[in-house]
C-alpha cells in the first residue's frame, strides 16, 4: 500500500467536518513523511498506526462527541437530501409520462379539430383507407393498420346501414411525456348499429389513435 | 492486566505530558511521538489518532497555538505547536497537582494497616 493509498482510505472513514478530514490529510502527509525521513519504513508506520480502519477509529474515539454528532447531523442531512431528490425526480418523471388533460382546448382550434374528426370518420364509413393514411401519423399508415380497421368495423356487423345521427363531440387537449395531443369522443348512430369513437390527433392534427365501441 | 486499567491511567496524563515537551520548543506530531516515545521508555507509544484530537483540544481551549511551516524545496510543509502564554500557566498548575496526585496515590498504595 503507497502513502498516499493508505492516508486516504483513513482520511475517507473520518467522522469530522471536511475542513478537519483535508487538515488531517495534509497533517498525516506531513507526519508520515517525517517518519520514512526519520528512517521508519512506510510498513512500520503503517505497522504502528494500524489498518485504515483502526486508525480511522483512533481518530474518532478521540474527537469531542459535538464533533461527531455534527459529523452525524451532516451524513443524515445529505441521505435525507439525496433521498428528496430522488422522489422528487421519480415524481416529476411520473408527472411527465402520465397524460394530463384538459377541456379547455389552448392550443387546438375547435372547429378545425371537429372538422378533422368528422373527415376521418366520414373516410371510414366510406372505407377510404387510401385517403385516410394521407390524414395519419406515420406509424398508422401501414397495412397491419388498415386490416385491423376493417377487421374491428365487421365487429360492429357487415352491414351498418346508413348513417342517421351525430353526437355531440367531447374534445380534450392532452399532454403526454412532452407530446400535445388532442382526443375527441362522439356516438354515431347508424341503421344497424352505433359506435361511439374515441379518436386522437396528433399536434398536427394527424390520426395517431383510434378506439371504436 | 487488562489493557483498558492501563489505558484509562495514561488518558489522563497525556495532554500535561504533550504541554510539558511542547513548552521546551515548537514540535511537530510526529516529533511529539517519538520524543514521547523515547523519553518514556516506550510506555507512551502514541498514535497519530490519539495526539491529534489532543492538540486540537488543547488548540480550541488557547493552551497551544500552531502554524504550517513554509516548505523549503523538497520538503514537506509541517505543522508545528508551541505553548501559549495560558498554556504555561495550566501546565504550571497540572504540574503541581501531578505531584500533590502521585504523592497521594503513592502514599495509599504503600499503605499497610496496622493491626
Known amino acids: ?213 | 492486566m487488562n489493557p483498558k486499567y492501563e489505558q484509562q491511567m495514561k488518558k489522563g496524563v497525556l495532554e500535561m505530558l504533550v504541554l510539558k515537551l511542547l513548552s521546551e520548543k515548537e514540535k511537530y506530531g510526529y516529533q511529539l511521538i517519538s520524543e514521547l516515545k523515547e523519553k518514556s521508555g516506550e510506555m507512551f507509544l502514541l498514535k497519530e489518532g490519539t495526539l491529534y484530537p489532543i492538540l486540537y483540544r488543547l488548540e480550541d481551549e488557547e493552551l497551544v497555538i500552531s502554524r504550517w511551516s513554509e516548505p523549503k524545496g523538497k520538503e514537506v510543509s509541517r505543522k508545528y505547536y508551541a505553548v501559549t502564554k495560558k498554556g504555561r500557566e495550566i501546565l504550571t498548575q497540572l504540574s503541581g497537582l501531578w505531584t500533590e496526585f502521585s504523592v497521594k496515590v503513592s502514599g495509599i498504595m504503600s499503605y499497610e494497616e496496622s493491626v
Open chain 1, 1 to 213: 500500500m503507497t502513502q498516499e493509498v493508505y492516508v486516504k482510505s483513513i482520511v475517507k472513514k473520518l467522522k469530522c467536518s471536511a475542513a478537519k478530514r483535508q487538515e488531517i490529510k495534509k497533517w498525516l502527509e506531513s507526519d508520515i513523511t517525517a517518519a520514512i525521513e526519520g528512517g521508519e519504513p512506510l510498513e512500520s508506520v503503517i505497522a504502528r498506526m494500524g489498518t485504515p480502519e483502526n486508525a480511522a477509529k483512533e481518530f474518532n474515539d478521540n474527537f469531542p462527541p459535538e464533533e461527531l454528532k455534527a459529523a452525524k447531523r451532516k451524513k443524515t442531512v445529505t441521505i435525507a437530501v439525496i433521498v428528496i431528490i430522488a422522489l422528487a425526480a421519480v415524481i416529476a418523471l411520473g408527472w411527465w409520462i402520465l397524460p394530463k388533460g384538459s377541456m379547455e382546448l389552448t392550443h387546438f382550434d375547435k372547429e378545425e379539430v371537429e372538422g378533422r374528426i368528422t373527415l376521418i370518420i366520414d373516410l371510414l364509413d366510406a372505407d377510404d383507407y387510401e385517403e385516410i393514411r394521407k390524414y395519419s401519423i406515420k406509424a398508422m399508415q401501414s397495412e397491419a393498420v388498415e386490416t385491423a380497421l376493417r377487421e374491428t368495423k365487421a365487429l360492429f356487423g357487415s352491414d351498418w346501414g346508413k348513417r342517421e345521427s351525430f353526437g355531440s363531440m367531447y374534445i380534450a387537449e392532452v399532454t403526454q411525456m412532452g407530446k400535445r395531443m388532442v382526443t375527441a369522443q362522439v356516438s354515431v348512430s347508424y341503421e344497424n348499429t352505433s359506435v361511439t369513437y374515441t379518436i386522437t390527433l396528433d399536434k398536427d392534427l394527424q390520426l395517431g389513435g383510434l378506439y371504436m365501441k
